[in-house]
């Protein structure tokens, strides 16, 4: 029998974040690919666009109007899914029926007043204002007595369901911490419990060491591929002191923070010639009152494309009823990704 090698024989990753196995198959690269791969024809879009409900001056649903904002701009969620005014309630019976009334709030992030922009194209310092307000809007809606967790997100393509391409994210904050954040709280916990260090200062202390799943670094903050990733290009943006909250960065972490949000997306929009699409959020502490020293401030990008711009993955038959399995191993997407300039096709 030959000996086991990552990149010949399947196998199983364990996600220690989650607590999750991955199946890895990478002898299936070798199979025939028989889809279309098709260069998207990129409209460019106008600095602004009098029919989007972002851009500064325009009429948002429900008649009311954005401000002529020069930078960033936060507002309530026309369409929130958490509202603050639902009244406490629990629903009961016997064990198999739960139901419980969840108060929240919902906000939209505009990340730049230019309509044609993405983080990828914009300056690190118009980012690091994005970064502030990250922050501001992190302290406020956290300190709301009835806010325990504070999700801030990016939706970006598509694709991804996203409804306009005006830069933006959103933020949705609840009275309960959801179900990702909360897996990866338990473990880190069991982890800071154990070691009386965080899961994610080891991890990445040991990342470094071997850098085969390193993407780019800078003084405060490495980009990875995790050896856990699901989806083909996933990464990781993980602050490299272990601080709890998006709030406890210094000065110079912040505008390091921008940095390497936009070098990262540089790569993404590199490896096809696309607006690179993505999931990508912050998991951080929640805004519970307490001091959780096991959280690690940390941000995923989950993009769904595979092979071009069009062919994406999709987690479908196994892997909506086993667990996630992926063709290429980590560190080869990792190896493409870092090889990429990191100056934009565009510019
Ligand atoms: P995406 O990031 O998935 O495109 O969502 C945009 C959000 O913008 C979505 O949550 C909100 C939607 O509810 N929205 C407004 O708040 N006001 C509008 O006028 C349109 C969309
Ligand atoms: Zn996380």
């Keep these: 029998m030959e000996k086991f090698e990552f990149t010949e ?19 299936r690269t070798k199979r025939p690919w028989q889809g279309k791969v098709e260069k998207i024809i990129i409209k460019k879009r106008p600095e602004y666009d009098p029919n ?12 009311l109007i954005n401000p002529d904002y020069k930078d960033v701009f936060a507002f309530q969620n026309d369409f929130s899914a958490l509202v603050p005014d639902v009244p406490a309630g629990n629903f009961k019976n016997g064990e198999l029926f739960l139901a ?43 300190s709301l007595e009835y806010i325990n967790y504070v999700q801030i997100f990016e939706n970006k393509g598509d694709i991804m369901g996203c409804s306009n391409p005006h830069p933006h994210g959103q933020i949705w904050a609840q009275s309960t911490v ?32 071997s850098g085969e799943r390193v993407l780019v670094q800078n003084e405060h903050f490495v980009a990875l591929v995790p050896f856990w990733a699901v989806w083909p290009y996933e990464a990781m943006i993980v602050s490299k002191r272990h601080i709890q909250r998006i709030t406890q960065f210094t000065e110079d972490e912040k505008s390091a923070l921008a940095d390497i949000y936009k070098k990262l997306t540089i790569m993404f929009d590199n490896l096809f010639e696309v607006s690179f ?46 667990n996630p399995q992926r063709d290429i191993t980590p560190e080869q997407s990792a190896e493409k990704l870092r090889s990429l300039p990191l100056k934009h096709y565009l510019n």
Excluded at 52 to 63: D, F, K, M, V
Excluded at 122 to 137: F, G, H, P
Excluded at 192 to 205: I, T, W
């Design 9 to 27: 024989h399947a196998h199983r990753r364990f996600n220690p974040l989650t607590g999750e196995w991955i199946l890895v198959s990478p002898h």
């Design 52 to 63: 989007c409900y972002l851009c500064p001056g325009n009429e948002r649903a429900g008649g």
């Design 100 to 142: 419980e009334s969840e108060k929240g709030f919902c906000k939209v992030i505009c990340f730049s007043p230019r309509h044609d922009l993405t983080i990828p194209q914009m300056e690190v310092s118009a980012i690091r204002k994005v970064v502030d307000l990250w922050c501001r809007e992190y302290e406020e809606i956290g």
């Design 178 to 209: 959801p179900v990702e954040p909360s897996k990866e709280q338990e473990n880190q916990k069991k982890y800071f419990e154990n070691h009386k260090r965080s899961m994610l200062s080891d991890y990445l202390g040991e990342e470094l060491k």
């Design 277 to 322: 699409a993505y999931s990508a959020g912050i998991h951080q502490a929640p805004t519970d009152g307490e001091e959780h020293p096991e959280w690690h401030f940390h941000m995923h990008f989950y993009p769904p494309l595979l092979r071009s711009a069009t062919v994406r993955k999709f987690m479908v038959g196994y892997e909506m009823l086993a």
